[in-house]
């Protein structure tokens, strides 16, 4: 079993078969066949049936299935790409809706491309024509939908236009997955225009409404228009998910909660705050904003963790997902070769009789930074402060597990410094407890604040950083770090 798969899903009147020629093209890939399994759904799809205690299932009931399917056969799965024929396009366009409709956007981070050969988004001029003669006699409700803006299509792209195409996060209804629509150049039942839809991300391929998806041999563009297509879905980002926003208080949301997040990253800094003796040192601190795994020259970046010490997973956008994911080794197209992060983790906790037990608040483990030693960055320390609430998704904040975290992590980083003779001199920190945890800003930076100063008082060499991705917690913290410093240059001065 691969890390990735496709689920061909085929058109009217067709079955898996269609993508035999594709398939047996793309197995003879290396770069496709050795990192996904091929999936085939099915269903029924006939002219005409006979048989009254059969009825032809319509494209609501088909979506339905296709979800079934998906949720039973991709578990074991990181990433899934959807291939479409025809009306297979407006099958999986409705799975996606339905799953929005019914607020389970965040079910669909795992798929990571849509690609639809064919599919007939305005409709099919020339099924028109023949429905003339053919509707009284057939019936069929998977026809009917392809008649030229049909309501529920148009409501359907309309759904997930606005909460796939143009989505910016994954929440509850969204989730940014990419679509691209290739049409055939000669087909004359679903035509270039109808094709392309609304979606903005299109192409035309050589061939007829059937043959458009039977490639005329390993360098047709056929196959290399799909594994392109492939090789972006194992590259492409998961999405960023959307939490209450960590502001003060912390149930408060901006309106504009995508705006807000900083995707390069900001700095601030040094912000020089007297430590130690009076008239003696002062410490460099500064503040980091957009995605934690673009800091650089950092010897120890810290991440907020829950009382199990388990990582959060590669595509979450919290601290540990992104330090977990860009700490791993992986291959060209983004598959994960090793999970160095976790690994670690994993055998710090097997070897500290840990594993599956839950550790004290504050408890701080530490492992190699992995690829992110490219970025100067010489280790992760996992600071275990949120405690799940047993029956329930959410997490629960001991206030003094952060003290003691912190001054955890001086302590460990003067052990491996002194026994491993590591150079560490700078230490990055994140909000403790204010994503899920629920704390404020304000409440987790003084509880970070009091016992930092009490280690620095005691060794000012050490270089501060702080990091957030949010643009409204970036503003507050500078705000709050600027404030300090005048307060402890004024304190200073009067011991001086």
Known sequence: MHQAAIVFVHGLFSSPTTWTPLQQEMSEIPAVSDEYDFLFFEYATRPVTWNPLRRMPDLDTIAESLRGFIGDLTTGYERVALITHSQGGLVAQRYLSRMLLAGRGREL?????????????????????????????????????????????????????????????????????????????????????????????????????????????????????????????????????AHPEADIPHRRRPAHFAADVLTEREMAGPINIPTGA???????????????????????????????????????????????????????????????????????????????????????????????????????????????????????????????????????????????????????????????GGMSVSESFELIWEPLMSELAEDPSWSIHFTTRRKTIFDLLHERLRAKKRAYEQIAQERG
């Open 109 to 241: 981070a795992k798929i990571r491309r849509l690609v639809m050969f064919a599919c007939p988004n305005n409709g099919s001029d020339l099924f028109l024509l023949a429905r003339r003669g053919l509707i009284p006699m057939t019936r069929n409700s998977q026809e009917r939908e392809l008649k030229p803006l049909q309501t529920s299509v148009l409501e359907t792209q309309r759904r997930v236009i606005d909460g796939i195409v143009r989505a910016s996060e994954v929440a509850d209804a969204s989730c940014p997955i990419p679509i691209v629509a290739y049409a055939g150049e000669s087909d004359n039942v679903v035509v270039p225009s109808s094709a392309a839809g609304f979606f903005p991300e299109t192409g035309v391929l050589p061939g007829d409404h059937f043959s458009v998806i039977k490639p005329g041999g390993p360098n047709s563009r056929l196959v290399h228009a799909v594994g392109k297509e492939l090789a972006r879905a194992l590259a492409e980002p998961f999405p960023v998910e």
């Open 278 to 436: 009076p008239g003696g040192h002062v410490t460099a601190l500064y503040l980091h904003g957009g995605p934690v795994e673009q800091l650089r020259n950092v010897d120890i970046l810290v991440s907020s963790e829950n009382t199990y010490l388990q990582m959060s997973q590669f595509f979450k956008p919290s601290t540990s997902g992104s330090l977990r994911r860009a700490a791993a080794e992986k291959s060209g197209g983004g598959q994960i070769l090793e999970d160095v992060a976790g690994d670690h983790l994993s055998a710090w906790l097997r070897s500290h009789g840990s594993l599956g037990l839950p550790v004290t608040g504050g408890t701080v483990a530490p492992t190699p930074a992995g690829a992110l030693s490219k970025r100067n960055v010489q280790r992760i320390y996992h600071a275990a402060i949120a405690a799940p609430i047993s029956g329930t998704n959410s997490y629960g904040i001991d206030p003094q597990s952060i003290p003691r975290a912190v001054h955890n992590i001086f302590d460990l980083a003067r052990q491996e410094r002194d026994e491993q003779g590591l150079a560490l001199s700078s230490i990055c920190f994140p909000l403790f407890g204010a994503g899920r």
